[in-house]
Nanobody, 123 residues
Framework: QVQLVESGGGLVQPGGSLRLSCAVS????????IGWFRQAPGKEREGVSC????????FYEDSVKGRFAISRDNNKNTVYLQMNSLKPEDTAVYYC????????????????WGQGTQVTVSA
């Protein structure tokens, strides 16, 4: 079993920044991608960003390109999502998840999920 724990959410004004962290209990060779996903009230879950653990290849959803940056620290078993220039439409519960590869991540076919952290962007 693998556990993922998100942290770093909160309330921020439009234009502000937050950094989310996803602590992974262990990395294994079976799973090579971690992604961030979000779900706003009344909306379907959507992918935000993915990163390959082995080669750091990344994917970003169009609405966050240029504003969000995903990174990983394998020594700390942690993946980060730096979110800048936040907008009210970024308000959602953000989840991190672990999966086989980047393709699975883009398709939201992930194997382990965290519990989520709330991000609220409001004046």
């Amino acid at each position: 079993q693998v556990q993922l724990v998100e942290s770093g959410g909160g309330l921020v004004q439009p234009g502000g920044s937050l950094r989310l962290s996803c602590a992974v209990s262990r990395f294994t060779s079976d799973y090579d991608a971690i992604g961030w996903f979000r779900q706003a009230p009344g909306k379907e879950r959507e992918g935000v960003s993915c990163i390959s653990i082995s080669d750091e290849e990344t994917f970003y959803e169009d609405s966050v390109k240029g504003r969000f940056a995903i990174s990983r620290d394998n020594n700390k078993n942690t993946v980060y999502l730096q979110m800048n220039s936040l907008k009210p439409e970024d308000t959602a519960v953000y989840y991190c998840a672990l999966g086989y590869d980047l393709l699975a991540c883009v398709g939201q076919a992930m194997n382990y999920w965290g519990q989520g952290t709330q991000v609220t962007v409001s004046a």
